[in-house]
């Protein structure tokens, strides 16, 4: 059977900028980047940014804050360089939340406190992305 899961990704997006340094600014290793117009997985398409991003990867979830607190706790004590890499390559961040819906079991969605006042302090956005498949 098949159950309800759930990805978190921070992601840093920007046109130009280098995402090795941010590697080493942050000193995290993301999950993924990628350089604005490199090929996508589709040949016939190109990246329309640059990307550095942080992920849980997809894992069987009810409370999205399970997936969020893991994503928090690697970066919220990085806030003062991220703004400084906000301030530096124009960039910005974005909690990117997927949400797979299996047999009806839909996760708790909300954002506690802290995440909200870390996001809001590094002016995140955040996407929550639904898909119902029974």
Not at 62 to 80: M, T
Not at 89 to 113: G, H, R, W
Request: aromatic fraction near 10%; glycine fraction near 2%.
């Amino acid at each position: 059977m098949d159950a309800t899961n759930i990805m978190v990704d921070f992601c840093i997006i920007g046109e130009d900028f280098n995402p090795e340094i941010v590697t080493k600014t942050l000193q995290i290793n993301p999950s993924q980047g990628w350089i604005k117009g490199e090929n996508t997985l589709s040949e016939n398409r190109k990246m329309i940014d640059t990307c550095w991003l942080i992920s849980t990867g997809y894992e069987e979830s009810l409370d999205i804050n399970e997936q969020l607190s893991k994503v928090l706790l690697l970066v919220k004590h990085k806030k003062d360089s991220l703004l400084e890499l906000k301030n530096n390559y124009c960039i910005k961040f974005l909690f990117s939340i997927v949400i797979n819906i299996e047999n009806n079991q839909t996760p708790a969605i909300y954002f506690d406190t802290e995440l909200i006042e870390f996001a809001n302090s590094i002016k995140a956005e955040f996407s929550i992305d639904l898909y119902v498949f029974s």
